[in-house]
């Protein structure tokens, strides 16, 4: 019988991930203390990280109430989505960029703004929260929405150029938070 595994970083409470568990994979997470699955495409058992080196460290597994999932607290060794994102649940442009910037594929615009350079980045960055200012002040709201766009997914990038997670930053508003 397979079982969800949902696997949350035991650090910040993130859902990272959801893999599938069998009765062996989950014996050998508790006997290795790092995470294994069953892959249902490559119907093997696999250790989370066997090629990426992005390992997960279980600080604790949990059964659901009626015992058809797991909850895998763990400690994560890197990106836990194979995009390169910290979690398979981070926002889907994010993942976009985070699997450009591993993977440089030619004639990504991404692939070009990351080959500039963190400082062509910064300075692109720049013009389009000048191009959200004016947008803001003098134009419709549909040019505002438009380059409110370009200014994320440029934040986006320079995010990734410096080797920073979205979740970081999402961190970061979480804990300016107030009750």
């Known amino acids: 019988m397979l079982r969800a595994a949902i696997v949350q970083d035991a650090r910040t409470d993130r859902v990272l991930m959801l893999g599938w568990m069998n009765e062996e994979a989950e014996r050998r997470t508790r006997e290795s203390g790092e995470v294994w699955f069953w892959s249902r495409s490559r119907e093997r058992l696999w250790r989370k990280g066997e090629t990426s080196g992005n ?5 604790e597994l949990r059964d659901d109430c009626d015992g058809d999932a797991l909850l895998v607290r763990a400690v994560p060794a890197g990106p ?7 979690s398979c649940f981070a926002p889907a442009l994010w993942r976009t960029i985070a699997q450009r910037a591993a993977e440089r594929p030619a004639g990504s615009y991404t692939t070009e703004l990351l ?3 963190v400082g ?3 300075r692109k960055l720049g013009e389009e929260a000048v191009e959200v200012t004016v947008a803001a002040l003098d134009e419709s709201d549909e040019r505002l929405v438009e380059e409110a766009a370009d200014l994320v997914y440029h934040l986006y990038v320079l995010l990734a150029a410096r080797g920073v997670d979205v979740a970081q930053v999402e961190d970061a508003l979480q804990s300016r938070r107030k009750p």
């Open 120 to 122: 062509a980045c910064a």
């Open 55 to 59: 390992t997960l460290a279980v600080e």
């Open 115 to 117: 080959d500039a350079g």
């Open 80 to 86: 836990t989505c194979h995009t390169g994102a910290a």
